[in-house]
């Protein structure tokens, strides 16, 4: 007896062949016979990028390399056609299905000659039954609509007015007129740290799926924890049935991350023809739960399902599972119209210490599991707990979230929609069923991941002017998932993006007014280590800088603004440490006043952790995989246990008081016992004043313990260090440069900016 079992014939490689053909009159008029008018044939890779393929073929230079970006716009004026052939043969009763992950953005796909369908729109599978037009040798055909067709439709007199008031006030958001009207990632028409690159490719995995007559299209299995002694899975599956036919299905719960003996439960269903969803509930007693790295174990089953038909198992799929609730809880005296923002994980509370993740490459195609993984292990170094996959960039490849749930990171995943300030995403049927469609898809690829913990519908743009939208996309979760909180927009009902330190060019202190019940985002620029800048920035450009450095995002007048605080030399490495000093000070700032302020406000997510491309821009890590120094700060204040003092940020001098509250913050989910707190000040002749206190520190809690009043001695450089030892072992450590360095040479309120701000986001 023959078993027909789950077989899949990857088709990544670099085994495609890939030709272009300019736009023509319609482009949206796809014609194979438009093959035939194809020149020149190269070379290319799946998943990729088009833009790759022409780089490696000697075609355009390194669009990441100076201003060479420019000169590769034309690529988005073909229409491009992906063509592999490869053998193929299944056994009598088997069934082959075509999987494309991902196809940015506008595709057509042909197999054998046969049009199989044409799809808008990067985030959804594309899955098309092959079974009828299989041959030994087979020959696929992918289509992509070259993005200078992108364009919206020709907008109203008012429309225009906005758009123009967009293209005046907002720079990031202006290149393209088509963006509002694409579920692209927006981040692809052009950043404010990212080029204008209008991706083109096959970006994620091909494949053909063989399976029996049964094919398992979804397998979603939902976790409901009753208490430590008991949880539930319920499981719904979706199959495709060829014929209509009895079937057996059977679920394994095994433990993945732990020993646990599995668990196998059986059932009879009888299936119609075509698709099907059915219903099922696995019992879990004894569970093992699933928790962010800092509150527990991150725990993973796995869940696999198998269908039998006449004994002989037709599909089989697996999942990870991760057993754990998310509810949100109200942050204490919020405002009666706030949301609540306290992720509650299992019944309980956590901070959220994180950043803002953005695309790691504005190539996507070529992002890999490395990739991935270095820069999430950076992550977790950092002592991060949640990262915000911001709605201006992707729903990432399902490396990325895998390795989110092993490492026990929290995700918040937004959907691809971000800033209208002055305009806004349409609200006719066409694009409401598009963004639904594909905001269904990222929900239906990502909803068995324990790691995402929340759905947000985008950032920055006004509720109340997205409403359609809105609705379509909380009715799109409720739907396919159902067992996680969905917030319509950050910053709204009481997150905040706090830019009047940057943007407003307001001095730190202002941080300490942002009364928020999450902060979303707030950051500053500095450029990458000089190294970095060289791979990028041409030799000539460097010093005195050049073009390159705007074209790579560098804000000239904030940059200066803020490296002035430590007075910089008119040389390159002086201003890069200069600035990368700011920024490290900066955060500090804002981290500790948010963390001190602990379920008054319940999480702290800097913008950003990383970039597409090399850049002189927020993040933390260069596209090099290199930290700046705020990372390393960061990775220190991120420590779940942190001593914080509370002192004016002013010119000190000697003689002068140093005046501070002193804070301890535990996010652990544990007491910890017999803690002893270290403060010393360092002048020039050494220790000069020194506290310390004995505690026991109680769980997930901050309290002030103490008060330093102390007098500063001669000299202009001051240091404080801080430590707790338990057990003859130092847990957590802090520090304070009491330099006399101005923290505000040259002060702007920024107040001002950031009420425009709220205004436009209709905060
Ligand atoms: C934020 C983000 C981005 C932007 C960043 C820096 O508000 O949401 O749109 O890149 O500011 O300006």
């Not at 093959?35 to 990441?64: K, S, Y």
């Not at 943007?503 to 950051?523: P, V």
Request: aromatic share 12%; proline share 8%.
């Amino acid at each position: 007896m023959t078993t027909l079992a789950r077989k899949i014939i990857s088709l990544n490689g670099d085994d495609w062949k890939l030709g272009g053909v300019p736009l023509g009159n319609d482009p949206w008029l796809a014609d194979p016979r438009e093959i035939g008018a194809i020149g020149q044939w190269h070379q290319a890779t799946v998943p990729g990028n088009i833009r790759l393929d022409l780089m490696r073929a000697g075609i355009i230079e390194d669009p990441f390399y100076g201003l060479n970006n420019q000169a590769s716009q034309w690529v988005d004026t073909c229409n491009w056609w992906y063509l592999k052939d490869f053998p193929l043969e299944i056994a009598p009763g088997e069934r082959a299905h075509l999987v494309l992950h991902g196809v940015d953005y506008v595709s057509w796909v042909y197999f054998n000659g046969h049009p199989l369908g044409q799809h808008e729109g990067m985030f959804s599978p594309q899955v098309y039954e092959i079974t009828p037009f299989l041959k030994a040798q087979n020959h696929l055909d992918v289509r992509i609509l070259g993005s200078d067709a992108l364009r919206g439709p020709r907008p109203t007199l008012g429309q225009r007015w906005r758009l123009w008031l967009e293209q005046r006030f907002s720079e990031p958001v202006r290149r393209y007129p088509g963006r509002l009207h694409t579920v692209k990632c927006q981040m692809s028409f052009g950043w404010d740290f990212a080029p204008p690159l209008r991706t083109m490719g096959i970006w994620d995995d091909a494949e053909v799926i063989i399976s029996g007559p049964v094919f398992i299209r979804h397998l979603f299995a939902r976790p409901v924890v009753h208490d430590d002694n008991q949880a539930a899975v319920h499981v719904s599956l979706t199959l495709d049935a060829a014929t209509e036919t009895p079937a057996e299905v059977a679920f394994t719960l095994a433990g993945l991350t732990f020993e646990h003996q599995p668990r196998t439960h059986r059932h009879t269903v009888a299936l119609a023809p075509g698709v099907q969803e059915l219903d099922f509930t696995l019992n879990v007693p004894h569970p093992r739960l699933w928790w962010s790295w800092d509150r527990g174990r991150p725990d993973l089953y796995l869940l696999t399902a198998e269908v039998r038909v006449a004994g002989q198992v037709s599909d089989v799929v697996s999942e990870r599972v991760g057993l754990r609730t998310v509810t949100m809880s109200p942050n204490p005296g919020a405002p009666s119209d706030a949301a609540p923002w306290t992720f509650t994980i299992n019944g309980q509370t956590v901070f959220a210490r994180g950043a803002n993740w953005v695309p790691v490459d504005s190539l996507p195609g070529r992002a890999t599991v490395d990739d991935y993984r270095k820069l999430l292990d950076l992550a977790r170094q950092a002592n991060m707990n949640m990262l915000r996959v911001w709605g201006g960039g992707l729903r990432e490849k399902r490396a990325f979230y895998d390795l989110c749930d092993e490492l026990g990171i929290m995700v918040w995943q937004e959907f691809p929609f971000a800033c209208a300030f002055f305009t806004q995403y349409p609200a006719d049927e066409d694009f409401l069923r598009l963004a639904a469609a594909e905001s269904r898809a990222i929900v239906e690829t990502l909803r068995n991941h324990p790691s995402v913990v929340f759905w947000c519908g985008g950032n920055e743009f006004a509720p109340q002017r997205h409403r359609p939208l809105l609705d379509a996309l909380a009715r799109v979760t409720n739907e396919a998932d159902g067992s996680r909180p969905f917030h319509p927009v950050s910053p709204s009902f009481g997150d905040s993006h706090f830019w009047a330190v940057w943007h407003g060019q307001a001095h730190f202190s202002e941080y300490t007014r942002d009364q928020a019940l999450l902060a979303s985002e707030f950051g500053l620029q500095a450029p990458p280590a000089v190294e970095s800048l060289r791979n990028f920035i041409p030799p000539r450009q460097l010093w005195p800088p050049g073009q390159a450095w705007t074209y790579h995002h560098a804000e000239w007048g904030k940059l200066r603004r803020y490296a002035a605080i430590f007075n910089p030399a008119d040389d390159l490495d002086s201003f890069v440490a200069a600035s990368q000093r700011a920024q490290a000070w900066g955060l500090k700032v804002a981290i500790e006043h948010h963390r001190r302020r602990k379920y008054h406000c319940s999480g702290v997510l800097v913008w950003q952790f990383n970039e597409p491309w090399p850049a002189i821009c927020w993040s933390l890590v260069d596209y090099y995989r290199q930290p700046k120094p705020a990372y390393e700060v960061i990775q220190q204040l991120y420590n779940p246990l942190l001593v914080s003092l509370a002192y004016p940020l002013v010119l000190y001098r000697a003689g002068g008081t140093f005046d501070a509250e002193v804070w301890l913050i535990n996010d652990w989910p544990r007491p910890l016992p017999g803690c002893r707190v270290e403060i010393e000040l360092h002048g020039a002749e050494g220790v000069c004043q020194r506290w310390e206190t004995e505690m026991d520190v109680p769980a997930d809690s901050a309290q002030i313990i103490g008060h330093l009043v102390w007098k500063l001695p001669g000299g202009t450089c001051w240091q404080v260090q801080v430590r707790v030892v338990q057990q003859g072992r130092v847990i957590s450590t802090n520090s304070y440069d009491l330099t006399a360095y101005d923290p505000h040479p040259t002060p702007r309120s920024g107040r001002f900016w950031a009420w425009v701000a709220s205004k436009l986001m209709g905060a």
